[in-house]
């Protein structure tokens, strides 16, 4: 990695594969979801994550290089902390409120390397490049707050209920 573009090569290889590992696993997360709303979070945001795979494909392209992967191991172990509480937990409410928590850590780490890709394809100056950035990042944002929004409004409540505290 001599240059910023190799850096920015590297990461956005590593971010492919992260994307494309989302695709296999955000149908399990949908399946996994006891309540209606978080379902349909994880499938709408199934749908997001199968276009950002096109978008950073079409960012190697910007480049004029082939899209390639590269084993993204971090994502690796996110997805492998939710697949543990699919396994080990009964399906309920409070179950999803762990989900919740595990799609959040994603959407940080995929928010965290966005931030760098968009500085990177600036300094690079590739607008093209920072553009579909862009469009991937503000996905990554909006799915964290929606998965907030679920989380206060809907399942933290229904998870507590019957069990609250004076405060
Ligand atoms: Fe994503
Ligand atoms: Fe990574
Ligand atoms: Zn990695
Ligand atoms: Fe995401």
Redesign the pocket.
């Known amino acids: 990695m001599d240059t910023l573009q190799d850096v920015f090569l590297h990461e956005l290889a590593d971010m492919l594969n992260a994307?494309k590992q989302?695709v296999k696993a955000l149908p399990k997360l949908a399946k996994a979801a006891a309540t209606d709303q978080l379902r349909d979070a994880f499938e709408a945001h199934l749908d997001e994550?199968k276009n950002?795979v096109k978008r950073l494909e079409k960012v190697f392209e910007t480049f004029g290089k082939s899209a390639r992967g590269k084993a993204c191991k971090a994502m690796q172990g996110l997805i492998e902390e939710g697949s543990e509480m699919i396994k080990e937990e009964e399906e309920n409410v409070s179950r999803d409120a762990g989900l919740i928590c595990a799609a959040q850590k994603v959407e940080h780490y995929?928010i965290a390397t966005y931030g760098s890709l968009c500085a990177w394809a600036k300094e690079l100056k590739n607008p093209a490049a920072l553009k579909l950035l862009q469009a991937?990042m503000s996905?990554?944002e909006a799915a964290d707050k929606k998965l907030s929004q679920l989380a206060q409004s809907v399942v933290n409540p229904q998870s507590n209920n019957g069990h609250e505290t004076a405060m």
Do not use: A, G, Y
């Open positions: 994307e989302l994550t950002q995929e991937n996905e990554e």
